[in-house]
């Protein structure tokens, strides 16, 4: 039998090649991921835990209560995608759900106040929020639900718009001719009940997260008197259970500069990125007195080094012009991400790419679970 000549693995070079998806002027190539079995002759590339674990990286390059970005390198787009999905469908937040309205004499009508109330992000005690407070069980058919302190806030709203006696004989600004001619979110009251005074006191008291959000104009003898119950939810619900005020990805842009781009030459292609894409450095002795090298002779002159791919937005504004055509390759990395999430305040906004995780875990625990009772 003839022995299978086996060949050579591919180098880190090939390996880098074959991760970027090459952007043109006019089209976009090797968009599909080539990292499976089969696809390259006498190449495994079977899953492997240990070289998953070497290849993963996570690094954040802004953390803020409010707002993340982060990298999470070495995972296919399907895993992603999955994380922004749960991140904004899945990860559980409290938003009010029933309206029980009183007297409602604005100009704003009952379902549409309801519905803006209802959108309104509320903040509390993390501990209360996202492990004392529990979802409210749907009822049977016929059967009352039951409110009790681990699965119902309770709010209100009670507002009356009056003259102001104060107010000078000229003013025109409805703000100071009147008492509550504006109605915000800072008016809605949280009323503790049961063990929600122990989770939800001081600064961990229930309350809308930015309390300026406006919800209604009144004047003179209109007025607003309602009460709120608050339940736990998802967004896959609604988009008010939704964490996130946004949730996305993008992949890391590449830019090859693949021959000397100089003088008047290299200021304009610094002027086809964004700010702090490229910039200019002068040729030094040594790379001009290198005999063969692409800048011989050229010292002293302006030359276009990449500095930072993650600000470039990839408008391919540099092969628009004919002189960069043969001198620069863009890309994206394939397995790079470049995440961005806006928290609407419930979270810490790297808690809910964390809580993203965990759930992850428990979806494919539950999977994995049905594959094997599928199987006996």
């Excluded at 600064?203 to 003179?220: G, Y």
């Amino acid at each position: 039998m003839l022995a299978l000549r086996m060949k050579k693995p591919p180098t880190e070079e090939e390996l880098e090649r074959r991760k970027i998806v090459g952007i043109n002027a006019e089209t976009v190539t090797h968009v599909t991921s080539t990292d499976f079995p089969g696809h390259y002759p006498q190449e495994e590339h079977f899953w492997d835990i240990n070289i998953f674990r070497d290849n993963l990286k996570v690094e954040f390059h802004k953390n803020d209560p409010l707002e993340v970005s982060f990298s999470l390198v070495g995972v296919d787009a399907s895993i992603a995608n999955a994380f922004r999905r749960i991140m904004i469908a899945d990860v559980p937040t409290v938003a009010i759900e029933t309206v029980l309205m009183e007297n409602n004499t604005s100009v704003i009508q009952d379902e549409v106040l309801a519905h803006r109330l209802g959108l309104i992000p509320f903040r509390g005690g993390k501990e209360g929020l996202h492990k004392f407070m529990n979802f409210l069980k749907k009822p049977a058919d016929g059967e009352d639900p039951q409110y009790v302190d681990y699965n119902t806030i309770q709010l209100s709203l009670n507002v009356d718009c009056t003259h102001n006696e104060d107010a000078a004989k000229d003013e025109e600004d409805p703000s100071k001719l009147y008492h509550h001619a504006n109605v915000y979110a800072s008016d809605i009251e949280f009323h503790p009940v049961g063990r929600q005074t122990k989770y939800f006191a001081g600064e961990d008291a229930i309350a809308p997260v930015n309390p300026e959000i406006l919800i209604a104009k009144l004047r003179p003898g209109q007025s607003i008197h309602c009460s709120m119950l608050m339940h736990k939810g998802v967004g896959s619900d609604h988009a008010k259970f939704s964490p996130v005020a946004t949730a996305s990805y993008r992949l890391l842009p590449t830019i090859k500069i693949k021959a000397p781009i100089l003088g008047k030459e290299a200021e304009k292609f610094a002027r086809c990125f964004p700010e702090g894409v490229i910039g200019l450095e002068k040729v030094t002795r040594k790379e001009a007195a290198q005999k063969g090298s692409e800048y011989e002779g050229h010292e002293g002159e302006l030359k276009a080094v990449v500095k930072d791919t993650m600000r470039d937005t990839v408008s391919r504004e540099c092969l628009r012009h004919d002189e960069f055509n043969k001198k620069v390759e863009l890309g994206r990395r394939r397995d790079h991400f470049i995440y961005s999430i806006e928290s609407a305040g419930q979270w810490n906004s790297d808690a809910i790419f964390l809580e993203s995780v965990a759930l992850f875990k428990e979806k494919a625990r539950k999977l994995e679970q049905q594959v094997v009772n599928m199987v006996r």
